[in-house]
């Protein structure tokens, strides 16, 4: 089966390269990453990005789309988006082109205009890396000078050029680059997978956050903005603070002394912080089981990840 990977993380991050890499630590995506670990047990390890390219099994994987230009280029070139960017290996070895180099009939694409001009019908092999790390928040797309496809482009084309062997696909989809609930609320989810009646689509998340919906919020209280209850009335604690509906149990806008008061606060900013309780630099993962559903619809195989700071995916 043709074999293919949609993220809109780096290629080499936790999700996608648990489908072609084994590593003793998930941070280990370069070359330099193990070096600075300087770490015994894992000397030997080969780092997630070289995996990627080396992948012995079949052809290679025929279809990557993702951001993570960084762990595949070497130090001393300059990223072809940002010129005040290089690469981050410490081998000297360009594994973008390795890439291209090692499958026939390859192409690599690192921006919208690039990734608009792929021909489905004649390449056989793709690899699009659409930033140097992460690629934008979907609200973000637009302010991108070198532009860069929807996780709904991509995993479009990606399906077409893997269609193309009678013998089916497998592509995994990961919308993993929305930690922020501003950001999850407005990422659009549509796919276009096909016509027949023959594909398993498997929709989960690979966890929880510790994210809250908490109070009573009457109907049709904005979601990112301050709760109000039934009559109209501000919700509030007992220190007669406002909140919002929607919080973390943990992450950047943890307190950090007392509480504010949300009352003059724009929460529905795209800078905005949702209140948590303990303050860390990252907001963490939730322990409790997420939900799957399966869909037999089309040909091929196609297994959707999407990670929700609910825990719930949205289909």
């Given at each position: 089966?043709?074999?293919?990977?949609?993220?809109?993380?780096?290629?080499?991050h936790?999700?996608p390269?648990?489908?072609?890499?084994?590593?003793?630590?998930?941070?280990?995506e370069?070359?330099?990453?193990i070096?600075?670990k300087?770490?015994d047990d894992?000397?030997?390890?080969?780092?997630?990005?070289?995996?990627?390219?080396?992948?012995?099994?079949?052809n290679?994987?025929?279809?990557v789309?993702?951001?993570?230009?960084r762990?595949?280029m070497?130090?001393?070139?300059?990223?072809?988006?940002?010129?005040?960017?290089?690469?981050?290996?410490?081998?000297?070895?360009?594994?973008?082109?390795?890439?291209?180099?090692?499958?026939?009939?390859s192409q690599?694409?690192?921006?919208?205009?690039?990734?608009?001009?792929?021909?489905?019908?004649?390449?056989?092999?793709?690899?699009?890396?659409?930033?140097?790390?992460?690629?934008?928040?979907?609200?973000?797309?637009?302010d991108?000078?070198?532009g860069?496809?929807?996780?709904?482009?991509?995993?479009?084309?990606?399906?077409k050029?893997?269609?193309k062997?009678?013998k089916?696909?497998f592509?995994?989809?990961?919308?993993?680059?929305?930690?922020?609930w501003?950001?999850?609320?407005?990422?659009p989810?549509d796919?276009?997978?096909?016509?027949?009646?023959?594909?398993?689509?498997?929709?989960?998340?690979?966890?929880?956050?510790?994210?809250?919906?908490?109070?009573?919020?009457?109907?049709?209280?904005?979601?990112?903005?301050?709760q109000?209850?039934l009559?109209?009335e501000?919700?509030?604690d007992?220190?007669?603070k406002?909140?919002?509906?929607?919080?973390?149990?943990?992450?950047?806008?943890?307190?950090?002394?007392?509480?504010?008061?949300?009352?003059?606060v724009?929460?529905?900013?795209?800078?905005?912080?949702?209140?948590a309780?303990?303050?860390?630099k990252?907001?963490?993962?939730?322990s409790?089981?997420?939900?799957k559903?399966?869909?037999v619809?089309y040909?091929?195989v196609?297994?959707?990840?999407?990670?929700?700071?609910?825990?719930v995916?949205?289909?």
């Amino acid at each position: 089966m043709s074999t293919g990977i949609v993220t809109t993380t780096r290629a080499t991050h936790a999700t996608p390269a648990s489908s072609y890499a084994h590593a003793a630590d998930r941070n280990w995506e370069s070359d330099a990453d193990i070096k600075a670990k300087a770490l015994d047990d894992g000397s030997k390890c080969k780092d997630i990005a070289l995996q990627l390219i080396e992948y012995p099994h079949g052809n290679g994987i025929e279809v990557v789309f993702a951001g993570g230009r960084r762990e595949l280029m070497h130090k001393n070139q300059t990223d072809p988006e940002y010129p005040d960017k290089t690469g981050e290996r410490l081998d000297g070895r360009d594994l973008i082109q390795e890439w291209v180099d090692k499958h026939p009939n390859s192409q690599y694409v690192w921006n919208q205009t690039g990734f608009d001009q792929i021909d489905v019908k004649k390449v056989d092999h793709v690899i699009g890396l659409f930033e140097s790390s992460n690629m934008k928040y979907e609200i973000e797309r637009a302010d991108d000078k070198a532009g860069e496809p929807s996780i709904a482009e991509m995993t479009e084309k990606a399906i077409k050029i893997l269609q193309k062997n009678p013998k089916g696909y497998f592509l995994l989809v990961e919308d993993s680059w929305e930690l922020d609930w501003y950001f999850q609320v407005y990422n659009p989810t549509d796919f276009l997978l096909g016509s027949s009646d023959e594909t398993l689509v498997t929709v989960t998340a690979d966890h929880s956050h510790v994210f809250t919906i908490g109070g009573y919020p009457k109907r049709g209280n904005p979601v990112l903005g301050i709760q109000e209850n039934l009559g109209d009335e501000l919700a509030v604690d007992l220190q007669n603070k406002t909140y919002t509906t929607l919080g973390y149990g943990d992450g950047p806008g943890g307190l950090n002394g007392s509480r504010p008061d949300l009352r003059n606060v724009k929460t529905d900013a795209k800078d905005y912080l949702q209140q948590a309780t303990v303050h860390l630099k990252w907001e963490s993962h939730g322990s409790e089981d997420v939900g799957k559903k399966w869909i037999v619809c089309y040909p091929g195989v196609t297994l959707v990840r999407h990670w929700c700071d609910t825990g719930v995916t949205l289909v």
